[in-house]
């Protein structure tokens, strides 16, 4: 039987390091085909062709790095069974998020994975995450995930809450793609493998802000983020939506602006219901955008990539409001 193929791309982070064992400094791999020193079983199972894409820290990431590994994949697409992305954990929800949306149509999975410690640190989570990331990429799975532990998670859904080991990542309002446990259960609601065909749509517009509400937040602060002209606002606020009625004044001015504003909750588990409360009719009014259980980190996103590609704020609203690739409940 044949190995499956798998393009093994590196961005950064620390699964891409090791301890020297002789200074006990955290320095790069020479080469990151070094990984199958470290994991030699997996030549056995897997034929691995490594892709080096950048080598920086996941705070550094841009949304140019995004549409560099988009057109990458889409460019040796047909060549491999599954992607896995090697990614720092600190933005690796948006890097997920920011794929999801560049490549629509899948029919393969794209796996992003990383660690807390180095992959040559015996008591790290290096090897089991690469592990787990690789195996994942041969699954009846065909959208864009993250793994690091034993879940595979929604790319459009999970966020760092942790820095441990089994718990870095979390979906807070969508269950796993799958679990690996003694075996490996696979979810009703994943995207599975059949024939599409890929669009590959990597452009994104990062002239967004976002803003979190607070008790007492002077609008003169909310003045400032609007005169620096942004395109798209994302705004998260309390509970379904809920915020002072002292906004408004400044929402009406964003609506006069034509800025398309996008509301998020601030509730982990939160769900945005603009028709839940009499006051919130007027957020409706005024065009805002209910993000309803997005996360920030996939609006600000989403947000993002829908200014790129639509020629006006209506359709931009448009495209907020529809559920893409999964990315919040209809």
Not at 242 to 260: G, H, I, T, Y
Request: aromatic fraction near 6%.
């Amino acid at each position: 039987m044949a190995r499956s193929k798998i393009a093994l791309l590196y961005v950064g982070g620390s699964i891409g390091m090791k301890v020297n064992q002789k200074t006990g400094c955290i320095e790069p791999l020479e080469s990151l085909s070094d990984v199958h020193r470290f994991l030699p079983e997996l030549q056995k199972e897997v034929s691995l062709q490594f892709f080096s894409v950048a080598n920086m820290g996941s705070s550094e990431i841009t949304p140019s790095d995004w549409e560099g590994i988009a057109l990458l994949i889409k460019d040796i697409y047909d060549d491999f069974d599954g992607f896995v992305v090697v990614h720092g954990t600190n933005t690796m929800s948006y890097t997920a998020a920011a794929l999801s949306f560049a490549l629509q149509g899948l029919r393969k999975p794209v796996v992003l994975t990383g660690a807390l410690m180095p992959i040559n640190d015996l008591a790290g989570d290096g090897r089991m995450n690469l592990v787990f990331a690789i195996r994942t990429a041969q699954l009846d799975i065909a959208e864009v995930c993250i793994v690091l532990g034993p879940h595979v998670l929604r790319g459009t859904r999970a966020k760092k809450v942790e820095s441990s080991f089994l718990h870095t990542f979390e979906s807070p309002n969508c269950l796993p793609l799958a679990d690996y446990t003694r075996e490996i259960t696979l979810a009703d609601h994943r995207i599975v493998r059949r024939k599409r065909t890929l669009l590959c749509q990597p452009s994104f517009n990062a002239n967004v802000i976002l803003l979190s509400v607070y008790p007492g937040m002077p609008e003169a602060f909310l003045n400032a983020a609007l005169d620096a002209n942004p395109e798209g606002i994302i705004l998260r606020t309390y509970g379904p939506g809920m915020l002072s009625r002292s906004l408004f004044p400044w929402l009406e001015r964003v609506a006069a602006k034509d800025v398309p504003i996008c509301i998020t909750s601030q509730v982990l588990r939160g769900m945005v219901d603009l028709h839940k409360y009499k006051k919130q009719l007027v957020l409706e009014k005024l065009g805002i955008i209910s993000g309803r259980n997005m996360t920030f980190e996939c609006a600000v996103v989403k947000m993002m990539w829908a200014l790129a590609h639509a020629k006006n704020s209506r359709k931009v609203k448009d495209l907020i409001e529809k559920s893409i690739v999964g990315e919040m409940d209809d």
